[in-house]
């Protein structure tokens, strides 16, 4: 009997939200979870590092094998328990608590005045946080997770150093590179990384699950499976990857 | 030639750098072993988090045969705002956030606005789960690079400190137990022993304490620290025998008429 345990943000999270209704099925952890004899996804869409590793902590001894996506350093790492509803609410970034604090009559009325305050005060937390603090322990908690399970696969959302193997990102980055190559001509100098992509482009839901689109739900599903049979984390991937339809299919302008 | 490192907050501080204390310095625990080293540099900053003390650490440790490091309490403010030709500003919890915004004047905009986010981060925002996870996570890094470490605990809510016996809390709790028992703190507080005495309207005396010590402890714990790094047998019983003949008010200033 092989059981796994998955952790990580948006990346893996196969669930579907009250207001994002998610193609689970097509996830690329929901099916590597479906060959194993027993699983857990404890990945949570905006949760920070040390929410997952606090899971892995009091989790990781019961699973054979581990898949850990590790999301980027500096995220809060508390969440807020909404009333009526089953998921936390995450804050990952200073526009999400403006966006929460503008948009909560409509999405979450059901906070109250204290969160809203807490809220406000987590947003003025990201913009003046100690950035090498975050950094440090982000570090430090890899190295933990390693130090305790050096067969964990662990799979970053961007890559920190050029060195680094490749990111969750660059899977992303494939639909660009087969839907629209015209962004990455060398005359071309707009968009080089995930950030420049995300200011003009937005996923559609129905479209994408972990922030792929099925195609490359369907090639990082392939490319996990093998690094969990040789316990290595170090693929080479392709450049593009055949999609059934153009971009609009997945993403809108912005 | 053996080098000396101590590294810590406001219990091994020897505060030579404020002139209030410039006659007492001398009596600190820290001042006083760091002259029996033939040098010895002194990082500890009052008020500071454990992440400065172990970035200082990171930093400079490699340059020292000996290290002494006392593991300040969790749960502070990992930001310091550095001040030319001073050392940075520190705050150690949300009142001392209100103090530094109210007594320091010249304060540019943006500090005073991470300032005012200090305090709401120690009222509203600070998850207490990651701070001990973090902290447990510095300690083990420490004692990973330098085993060789002397290192001291102010309490022992974390648990991922040895139990070298030497708990900076109890030391300085041996001082306040005869006088006001009330502000001694314990395993399920979230304020120190010297917060509380703080939050009461109480200052240290600057003539008479240091290291948030009388000169008579300081000089205890530089014998019991001294035979620590000569790998000896360390005798608390002074502590526990301990007998202060003075008053509360040979130590403390009252800023509020009010306290007791």
């Known amino acids: 009997m092989t059981t796994l345990g998955i952790y990580g943000d948006s990346f893996a999270d196969d669930r579907s939200s009250w207001d994002r209704p998610r193609l689970t099925t097509t996830a690329w952890s929901y099916r590597l979870a479906m060959t194993y004899d027993s699983y857990e996804n404890y990945a949570l869409q905006g949760t920070s590092l040390f929410y997952s590793y606090q899971k892995f902590i009091a989790t990781q001894h019961k699973w054979d094998k581990i898949v850990f996506i590790v999301t980027n350093p500096g995220r809060w790492p508390g969440t807020i328990n909404v009333a009526g509803r089953q998921q936390f609410l995450t804050i990952h970034n200073f526009d999400r608590a403006q966006n929460v604090l503008k948009s909560y009559r409509d999405f979450y009325p059901t906070l109250t005045a204290d969160q809203l305050r807490d809220i406000d005060a987590i947003g003025d937390w990201f913009m003046h946080r100690d950035d090498g603090f975050e950094f440090r322990m982000h570090d430090l908690m890899i190295s933990k997770i390693k130090n305790l399970r050096p067969d964990a696969l662990l799979i970053h959302i961007d890559r920190q150093h050029k060195t680094q193997p490749v990111s969750m990102n660059d899977f992303r980055m494939i639909t660009f590179q087969t839907l629209v190559p015209s962004l990455f001509k060398a005359s071309n100098n707009l968009l080089r990384n995930w950030q420049m992509m995300d200011d003009r482009f937005q996923e559609r839901d129905e479209h994408n699950i972990c922030h792929f689109t099925t195609e490359i739900n369907d090639l990082f599903f392939t490319v996990i499976q093998q690094s969990l049979e040789t316990g290595v984390w170090d693929p080479i991937i392709p450049k593009t990857w055949p999609h059934q339809h153009g971009i609009s299919h997945y993403y809108r302008s912005i | ?260």
């Not at chain 2, 490699?62 to 500003?89: A, L, M, N």
């Not at chain 2, 709401?120 to 420490?142: F, G, P």
């Open chain 2, 1 to 260: 030639m053996t080098s000396l490192g101590i590294y810590g907050d406001g219990v091994a501080d020897d505060c030579s750098y404020l002139s209030d204390r410039a006659t007492i310095t001398a009596n600190a625990w820290s001042y006083l072993l760091g002259q029996i080293h033939d040098s010895y540099q002194n990082y500890a900053l009052r008020g500071s988090s454990l992440y400065f003390s172990y970035q200082q650490f990171i930093n400079t440790h490699s340059i020292h045969d000996k290290i002494v490091f006392v593991v300040t309490e969790p749960g502070r403010w990992p930001r310091s705002i550095p001040v030319h030709g001073k050392r940075p500003i520190v705050c150690k919890n949300s009142s001392h956030a209100e103090q530094i915004l109210q007594n320091k004047k010249n304060l540019s905009d943006e500090n005073r606005d991470i300032l005012r986010t200090a305090k709401k981060w120690y009222d509203l925002v600070r998850v207490w789960e990651h701070e001990l996870a973090m902290h447990d996570l510095m300690i083990e890094e420490i004692q990973r690079l330098r085993p060789d470490a002397l290192m001291f605990g102010r309490d022992d809510r974390s648990g991922a400190l040895p139990d070298y016996l030497l708990r900076f809390s109890s030391i300085v709790d041996v001082m306040i137990r005869n006088f006001h028992p009330q502000f001694l703190s314990n395993a399920h507080d979230s304020m120190s022993t010297q917060d509380k005495i703080y939050l009461a309207g109480w200052r240290e005396r600057p003539d008479r304490m240091i290291c948030h010590m009388s000169t008579d402890l300081n000089r205890l714990v530089f014998e019991q620290m001294k035979k620590l790094l000569m790998a000896q047998p360390i005798d608390l019983r002074p502590f526990s025998n301990y007998r202060d003949g003075k008053t509360w008010d040979t130590y403390y200033t009252s800023i509020n008429r009010d306290n007791p």
